[in-house]
């Protein structure tokens, strides 16, 4: 038992202070048995008063420290460095939350604040007098690893990793790489291409030795646990055959003649498809695709390119990798048939059509066979919805919509835009092309969420009415020769990889991770990590900065050879468990694994898996099982603390 114990009491500049009464709070700890020094400080993260502890700890000879502040998942790891640099062992600081748990939470009675805190420092001090020291476990982990998804952020994650000494392999689920944005012609605010990034980046990876890229390819089965997985790759053939030498005049001539034709999903559905395609010419890898399950295997394409091969099989690749990265990327929403008239009046389309129809279109801009003069742009759809699941800001939709107005002024003459919005959102820099579209004449209209724009048509013409804020409330509309829905943008459909990997996912969708501040790319699944757009919202610049962080963060992961985990985990004693199966039935890491121990079966923890979460112990029959840290008896003392 621990028998020199510090506690510090933070005023968290007046975030505690206001509500919880410190000084009480430091005088009652002060007389527990077992605490030899008892202070309160303005703010316990700052360097000053860090050093302080440091200081106290050794000139006092402190066995453990106890610091009442805010949530550990703030700044647990910030006081444990403290503790190990004056020579305590880290988990012997235990921190009590007493901001998030009780001056926030109370802020309307002080009193029951500051009385919940002295419980919760009190039992902080027990739980302190019985903590261990504990040392961290080391595990082996290859410096290999798994990125997935091969847009932008995960092109540019892997070619980073690779320049840093660790192996890649980059997978995508298409058949071609570059993800949403091959898709678009000039980039805001760069005026760059899509696919010029996207070149950029293939051609770097195609020379860069230890990145190996599989195309068609998607997460099969997954074993293992950090610094070791065990994954099966799924490769879908192209039914082309690899060494193809692309003879595009042949190719065309193929894609003439194959009778299959449906909606291309490259140009949203403005133009057709056929079975066998190639998107562009310099889309890459250079090879074109055979889309099976449209294809009638008709054997047309057959007789005219002997590179394709409708007999290829699908194939099945191991690879052992130390981590994952998810850069999988988003979609941009898809309206509801009806929503704002969406496919039930035929010139209303989506921002990602209209940026299609302009690169389709070179001399003017015309659609379903009319020239396009007023255009009408309403913005949040599907994002900020009221009644809808998508109530978050997809944030690039403003800067995407006005952007695009400016390019279509530029190229077409006698445009006139009208935009029917509820707010614009063109953040740092992007502020200038706002600037630039109010001076070229766009019109900027809002309303507010109670009074959304309406569409409707009248007479053969499409309105488009709104009750503008800025106009004093009046009533505005105009005949619109093509409107264009504002789409925000919404997660990707991985289900066959959430169900593999067990990523957690947030309510609005995307991946979540541990911290948006503090551990912005990590999730709770140890060596699964995640960049980009399939975690929120993110315009391209953010998505490298996302894929490089996470690049640094996976290095420094797996490079050193091993890897260092958090000793919180559970323990069994062999000796009582008869084993029942109920702690493997509810593990969700799947870290509890059966095996012969002395004559008898018997559960074991895998190391590498437990993330200390506890649900096993209360399931056991037997009471074989503890949890490193959260001891029996240690919670046991807290819960007196608490009820005395």
Not at 297 to 319: A, R, T
Request: aromatic letters at 8%; one cysteine or more.
């Amino acid at each position: 038992m621990k028998k020199r114990i510090g506690v510090y009491i933070c005023h968290c500049g007046s975030n505690i202070s206001d509500y919880v009464d410190v000084e009480k709070v430091k005088e009652i700890a002060g007389k527990e048995n077992e605490v030899v020094l008892s202070k309160t400080t303005m703010f316990a993260c700052a360097d000053s008063a860090q050093n302080e502890i440091v200081e106290d700890i050794k000139e006092q000879n402190l066995d453990a420290i106890v610091v009442a502040s805010c949530s550990p998942k703030l700044h647990l790891f910030t006081f444990r460095n403290v503790a190990q640099r004056a020579g305590l062992n880290p988990y012997n600081y235990i921190q009590v939350n007493v901001r998030e748990q009780c001056s926030w939470a109370h802020s309307d009675n002080p009193p029951k604040a500051t009385e919940k805190a002295i419980k919760l420092v009190l039992a902080g001090i027990e739980r302190a007098k019985h903590s261990q020291a504990l040392t961290p476990i080391s595990i082996p982990s290859n410096n290999a690893v798994l990125v997935v998804g091969a847009g932008i952020a995960g092109m540019r994650a892997a070619i980073e990793l690779a320049e840093m000494g660790t192996e890649v392999f980059l997978i995508e689920r298409e058949y071609f790489v570059g993800g949403r944005a091959s898709q678009w012609n000039e980039l805001f605010t760069t005026n760059e291409t899509g696919r010029e990034v996207v070149s950029r980046l293939y051609n770097k990876i195609i020379k860069t030795n230890n990145i190996t890229l599989f195309t068609g390819a998607d997460i099969d089965s997954k074993s293992g646990s950090v610094g070791d997985f065990d994954i099966k790759i799924k490769i879908e053939p192209r039914y082309v055959k690899s060494g193809c030498k692309l003879d595009w005049a042949k190719f065309k001539k193929a894609v003439e003649i194959c009778p299959v034709e449906f909606d291309d999903p490259f140009n949203f559905g403005l133009t057709k498809q056929k079975a066998i395609y190639k998107n562009y010419p310099s889309e890459f890898p250079e090879i074109p695709a055979i889309d099976f399950e449209h294809c009638n295997k008709c054997g047309e394409c057959v007789k005219i390119c002997s590179d394709i091969d409708l007999e290829q099989k699908e194939e099945i690749l191991n690879i052992n990798v130390g981590a994952v990265l998810l850069t999988t990327g988003a979609s941009p929403y898809e309206p509801e048939k009806g929503e704002f008239g969406y496919k039930e009046i035929d010139n209303i389309i989506t921002l990602q059509q209209l940026k299609r129809l302009i690169e389709l279109r070179e001399d003017e801009l015309i659609y379903h066979g009319n020239k396009i003069k007023n255009i009408a742009y309403i913005y949040c759809v599907g994002s900020r919805q009221v009644d809808g699941e998508n109530k978050y800001c997809s944030r690039y939709c403003c800067t995407s919509a006005i952007h695009t107005a400016i390019m279509l002024k530029e190229k077409y003459k006698g445009i006139n835009n009208f935009h029917f919005t509820r707010g614009i959102r063109t953040y740092g820099k992007q502020e200038i092309l706002y600037n630039k579209a109010s001076k070229q004449g766009d019109i900027f209209l809002q309303s507010f969420e109670d009074s959304p724009t309406e569409v409707y048509n009248e007479k053969g013409q499409t309105v488009v009415k709104i009750k503008d804020i800025l106009t004093a409330d009046k009533e505005l509309e105009v005949n619109a020769d093509l409107v264009v829905l504002v789409t925000g943008m919404v997660p990707r459909e991985n289900n066959s990889i959430n169900n593999i990997l067990k990523v957690p996912i947030g309510r609005d969708k995307f991946y979540n991770e541990i911290h948006p501040k503090l551990r912005p790319v990590e999730t709770v699944i140890d060596g699964v990590l995640i960049a980009g757009a399939c975690q929120a919202p993110l315009n391209i610049t953010e998505s490298v900065k996302s894929s490089l962080s996470a690049a640094a963060k996976v290095n420094s992961l797996i490079s050193k050879g091993e890897i260092e985990l958090e000793p919180t985990l559970a323990q069994i004693d062999k000796l009582s468990c008869n084993w029942c199966d109920k702690c493997t039935a509810v593990c969700p890491y799947d870290a509890i694994v059966k095996k012969e121990y002395d004559g008898k079966t018997v559960a074991v923890v895998n190391e590498a898996n437990c993330k200390g979460c506890g649900i096993c112990l209360p399931v056991c029959p037997s009471n074989s099982i503890q949890l490193i840290g959260y001891t029996d008896v240690e919670i046991e003392s807290m819960i007196d603390a608490l009820i005395d």
